[in-house]
């Protein structure tokens, strides 16, 4: 069973479109984040969920809008696409409540706008 | 603020040779955890190892050793005759244990192990 999935894999856009990558853990996690990996491999926080509640947002353009419907789901919603925006978004989780701060990385999604 | 740095941003080594990289770390947090993961060609994020700065002792894990020093701020790892397989990017990451739950990455070193 794959902890931490996220779908799809490769994504392949235009410019201006809107896109969602989507998360799911299945490890009984509180708290859930999505990080970015750019074309130098440079991983950086965007958004950290706990308990379906905002904790981190980093200075991230108002067009990205994380959703977490429920503990074990948090999607990435990206409105008017750019090209600057092709990276690497990983997904995570981490139980913070028993204060083991051990983070699971999803699988990747590689998001590439033309 | 926390800072990670991992000067080495390329390291090419013949297998069966021994590989270190370097982790510096910043923080004004008496208590706060790093981490080492790797990232092979696949692409994914593999958890290697997490130390809290209350534990400065030595681990040892198959041909994995980490050598936490708090008096220099480092966190460096080895890898003792090394394999084709442990050709990868190798980040070091540091969290603060208070709420704010962000790991801050260093920018990575690549190891590539030529056969």
């Known amino acids: 069973d794959t902890a931490v999935s996220q779908t799809p894999k490769y994504l392949v856009t235009q410019m201006g479109n809107d896109k969602s990558i989507k998360c799911e853990q299945n490890l009984g996690h509180d708290t859930m984040y999505w990080y970015k990996q750019d074309s130098k491999k440079f991983l950086k926080i965007m958004f950290s969920y706990n308990n379906k509640e905002l904790i981190i947002n980093e200075t991230v353009p108002n067009r990205f809008s994380p959703k977490s419907p429920d503990k074990a789901h948090l999607n990435l919603h990206i409105n008017s696409l750019e090209l600057g925006d092709s990276a690497v978004y990983f997904c995570a989780s981490s139980q913070e409540s028993t204060g083991s701060y051990g983070y699971t990385f999803g699988s990747g999604t590689r998001l590439t706008v033309v | ?115």
């Open chain 2, 1 to 115: 603020a926390q800072k990670v740095t991992q000067a080495q941003t390329e390291i090419s080594v013949v297998e069966k040779e021994d590989v270190t990289l370097d982790c510096v770390y910043e923080t004004r947090d008496t208590t706060y955890y790093l981490f080492w993961y790797k990232q092979p060609p696949s692409g994914e994020l593999v958890f290697l190892i997490r130390r809290n700065s209350f534990d400065e002792q030595n681990e040892i894990s198959g041909r994995y050793s980490w050598n936490f020093q708090k008096s220099t701020s480092s966190f460096n790892f080895t890898i003792t005759a090394s394999q084709v397989v442990d050709s990868a990017v190798y980040f070091c990451a540091l969290r603060r244990r208070s709420n704010d739950y962000k790991l801050s990455f260093g920018a990575g070193t690549t190891v590539t192990v030529r056969a």
